[in-house]
């Protein structure tokens, strides 16, 4: 299962006027990350960054005035998502502006049955909040103190140990990857359901005589009613 964690970083809030200047993303297989990742700058075409955006991310108009546009970089990010999950903290609102730039292009949009919202996820799992990323980096013992101000490769990086967090951790996550490594493993029927062999040498037993005799007596005192009687046979 492949699943991409991924981030935007904008001029400002209004999806229709604003624009993307920042994408971050890191893969996911079988919830672990591969190391693969993707990050871009984008040249907002002339849009001035909103003073509150600045504060936020720290991005400049003149950092950004030898980056690509939106267009020039669009190949590359539809290749490394294709196909996978995305993943995002409050999507709503990344959503809405790659969508919004897709759109500029004259290219479809990416529908909402490809997206989980980790913020929706993080409020189902604890309603009294606070569900920030940062507070859920708190929550999970997640070290983000080099995260001094918002950076879309960063905040997807904590997002992704956040969000293996959220569905059950990784020992959770283990557990999925060594069961599809069973399997690959072990032979099935025609239906798909695994066919444990049996040991080529029976393991010896551990009850000793005395207590297969003390059981034997316990069935009988129960009598015929005892379900012992149905499932297992003890040696005499």
């Not at 003073?51 to 400049?60: C, E, N, R, T």
């Not at 290219?107 to 909040?129: E, F, S």
């Not at 034997?216 to 015929?224: C, F, R």
Request: proline residues 5%; charged residues 25%.
């Amino acid at each position: 299962m492949r699943e991409i964690i991924f981030d935007t970083e904008t001029t400002g809030l209004d999806r229709l006027d604003d624009r993307v200047i920042e994408i971050g993303g890191v893969e996911l297989i079988n919830r672990f990350p591969t190391g693969r990742t993707f990050h871009v700058y984008i040249n907002p075409e002339g849009k001035v960054i909103h003073p509150d955006a600045l504060a936020v991310h720290g991005i400049s108009n003149d950092k950004l005035a030898d980056k690509p546009l939106f267009a020039g970089i669009l190949h590359d990010f539809l290749d490394f998502i294709d196909g996978a999950k995305l993943i995002a903290h409050n999507a709503t609102f990344d959503m809405g502006f790659i969508n919004a730039e897709l759109n500029r292009l004259g290219h479809p949009p990416i529908h909402n049955d490809r997206v989980v919202d980790t913020l929706a996820l993080a409020r189902r799992k604890h309603p009294m909040g606070p569900n920030s990323l940062d507070a859920l980096c708190r929550r999970y013992g997640i070290d983000n103190s080099h995260r001094t101000m918002h950076g879309a490769l960063l905040d997807s990086q904590l997002l992704a140990e956040v969000y293996i967090e959220l569905i059950g951790g990784k020992q959770a996550a283990l557990g999925l990857t060594i069961a599809e490594q069973a399997n690959n493993r072990q032979p099935s029927d025609v239906s798909g359901t695994i066919i444990i062999s049996r040991r080529p040498i029976p393991l010896l037993p551990r009850l000793t005589e005395a207590e297969k005799m003390a059981h034997a007596h316990l069935v009988e005192k129960i009598g015929d009613k005892a379900i012992w009687n149905e499932r297992i046979a003890f040696a005499a």
